[in-house]
């Protein structure tokens, strides 16, 4: 176990998810200061990119990231800088936006299923299928008993996903209203940001309650074991990164990984390159 006791943010199955109990701008697993998870954090950084090598070497694992959250919670940053420095050949992300005509033409999780990892791969989904349950359900893009009915397909699917070798990470990114608006205040007061507002944000933010009653019922519903929810306290990005950077690792490290065996009598193919 690391120095982090993450444990006390997993969404247990079925236990019941009210947000307000669950605080944003928590820090209170690192016992250390910001200056020291900051180290702490590069170093982490430095064991996933060789975790990462390894997972790609033995080519027998597939690891699915999750990332949800409000608007400006931080999924492209947690991609940028939990991932910085980690060799893109065996790391993708895929963003789930508005469907496009084909997706809308077949069921929600056509889009989802091309995405998921392959062997040695990891993908971090920007968003995911769970935007089937939340922006649909808040903007009644679907009636109620159709996405009432999505909670047991995403189980199963997850499930179908775990039972064929999927390790499953699934993080919501806490933050509070307020600290939404200083995000993007900071959007229209810094000129090299201007480009990441987006009108549509304020009027998601007036939605506020309805998505988190939205969240409420999917963490509520799809943790499970194998693909447990992690809600991360995100108000501060420091903690957010250390956070999930100490999942990844401890759970790549309980993968007992091993390079794939080398070839038969190795050292006699020095002669050839030396002669
Ligand atoms: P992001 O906010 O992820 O950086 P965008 O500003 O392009 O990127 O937003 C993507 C939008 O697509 C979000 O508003 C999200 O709710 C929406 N979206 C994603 N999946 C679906 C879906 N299945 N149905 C409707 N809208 C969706």
């Given at each position: 176990?690391?120095?982090?006791?993450?444990?006390?943010?997993?969404?247990?199955?079925?236990?019941?998810?009210?947000?307000?109990?669950?605080?944003?701008?928590?820090?209170?697993?690192?016992k250390?200061?910001?200056?020291?998870?900051?180290?702490?954090?590069?170093?982490?950084?430095?064991?996933?990119?060789?975790?990462?090598?390894?997972?790609?070497?033995?080519?027998?694992?597939?690891?699915?990231?999750?990332l949800?959250?409000?608007?400006?919670?931080?999924?492209?940053?947690?991609?940028?800088?939990?991932?910085?420095?980690?060799?893109?050949?065996?790391?993708r992300?895929?963003?789930?936006?508005?469907?496009?005509?084909?997706?809308?033409?077949?069921?929600?999780?056509?889009?989802?299923?091309?995405?998921?990892?392959?062997?040695?791969?990891?993908?971090?989904?920007?968003?995911?299928?769970?935007?089937?349950v939340?922006?649909?359900?808040?903007?009644?893009?679907?009636?109620?008993?159709?996405?009432?009915?999505?909670?047991?397909?995403?189980?199963?699917?997850?499930?179908?996903?775990?039972?064929?070798?999927?390790?499953?990470?699934?993080?919501?990114?806490?933050?509070?209203?307020?600290?939404?608006?200083?995000?993007?205040?900071?959007?229209?007061?810094?000129?090299?940001?201007?480009?990441?507002?987006?009108?549509?944000?304020?009027?998601?933010?007036?939605?506020?309650?309805?998505?988190?009653?939205?969240?409420?019922?999917?963490?509520?519903?799809?943790?499970?074991?194998?693909?447990?929810?992690?809600?991360v306290?995100?108000n501060?990005?420091?903690?957010?990164?250390l956070?999930?950077?100490?999942?990844?690792?401890?759970t790549?490290?309980?993968?007992k990984?091993?390079?794939?065996?080398?070839?038969?009598?190795?050292?006699?193919?020095?002669?050839?390159?030396?002669?």
């Open positions: 176990m690391s120095d982090l006791n993450w444990k006390k943010y997993l969404v247990k199955p079925d236990q019941t998810i009210a947000l307000s109990e669950w605080d944003p701008q928590d820090a209170s697993a690192w250390s200061n910001r200056k020291e998870a900051e180290a702490r954090n590069q170093e982490l950084n430095a064991e996933l990119e060789t975790l990462q090598e390894l997972l790609f070497a033995e080519g027998k694992h597939k690891i699915l990231i999750v949800q959250g409000m608007d400006t919670s931080g999924k492209d940053g947690v991609i940028r800088r939990v991932f910085d420095g980690v060799n893109p050949q065996g790391v992300v895929a963003s789930f936006k508005v469907p496009t005509s084909i997706e809308l033409a077949h069921d929600y999780l056509w889009r989802v299923h091309q995405q998921t990892p392959g062997r040695g791969e990891i993908v971090i989904f920007n968003r995911s299928h769970y935007e089937d939340l922006v649909v359900r808040v903007h009644n893009l679907a009636p109620p008993e159709v996405w009432k009915r999505r909670y047991d397909h995403i189980n199963h699917f997850e499930q179908l996903l775990i039972d064929e070798g999927t390790t499953i990470l699934k993080f919501f990114l806490h933050i509070n209203l307020d600290e939404q608006r200083e995000r993007l205040l900071s959007r229209l007061d810094t000129p090299s940001k201007h480009w990441k507002f987006n009108p549509g944000d304020i009027k998601e933010r007036k939605l506020w309650d309805q998505y988190e009653k939205a969240y409420e019922a999917v963490l509520s519903k799809t943790s499970q074991p194998g693909a447990p929810w992690i809600i306290p995100a501060r990005k420091w903690y957010r990164d956070l999930i950077s100490t999942v990844l690792v401890d790549l490290k309980d993968l990984m091993e390079y794939p065996k080398a070839v038969e009598d190795l050292e006699s193919y020095r002669a050839e390159l030396i002669d």
